[in-house]
């Protein structure tokens, strides 16, 4: 395969990944059953300002994403993209989708919004042009105190979670589920969709993709 070939691959990927990361957050969102640690932030600051959560989350991206400087972490292309194009693909599908009320189709939408939320992790990270803003705070604190990443990731996390939930973000066994599955959906979908190593010329961050899921 050309280098453009296999750049081409790489940008459909990392677009196609990010554009379902977002759908996949509307899915849990209308479900109503809890919500990934990020988005239940989200939730509660919508919640507080009026804003969507879509606009949250680009605005709580964009303040993640300057809080790299001090930790000198280096953004790729993926990275300032993961800031734009997950909110609008979150809000956009919110649009799409009415609310729902039977016990079943909530359970429906919950476990069809993990899975599909791991392959568009599998999906973006695999195309290597850099980690999320949120993902690189949390190696990027790892680098800079020498804790492990599962502790940075759980303190950050949980604080998140707290923060989200006392403004009114929803917390359930979706955020449980979400929680105990993101891990293994990622890491399978990740070998599932591993493009090749960029040959140099594009933005791409240091981190490996192993490392942008968060396992230690």
Known sequence: MSTRARLGRRLIQLYAGLALYGASSALLVRAGLGLEPWNVLHQGLAEFTGLTIGAVSIIVGAVVLLLWVPLRQRPGLGTVSNVLVVGLALDGTLALLPGVHSPAVRVLLLVTG?????????????????????????????????RSIRLMRTAVEVAVVATGFALGG???????????????????????????AASGGTAVATASPEGAILRP
């Open 114 to 146: 993990v899975v599909l939320n791991g392959v568009a992790t599998g999906l973006y990270i695999a195309a290597r042009f850099g980690p999320g803003p949120r993902d690189g705070l949390m190696t990027g604190l790892h680098r800079r105190t020498g």
């Open 170 to 196: 929803t917390i359930g066994v979706g955020t449980v589920l979400y929680a105990l599955a993101i891990g293994p959906l990622a890491q399978l979908f990740l070998r599932v969709f591993a493009a090749p």
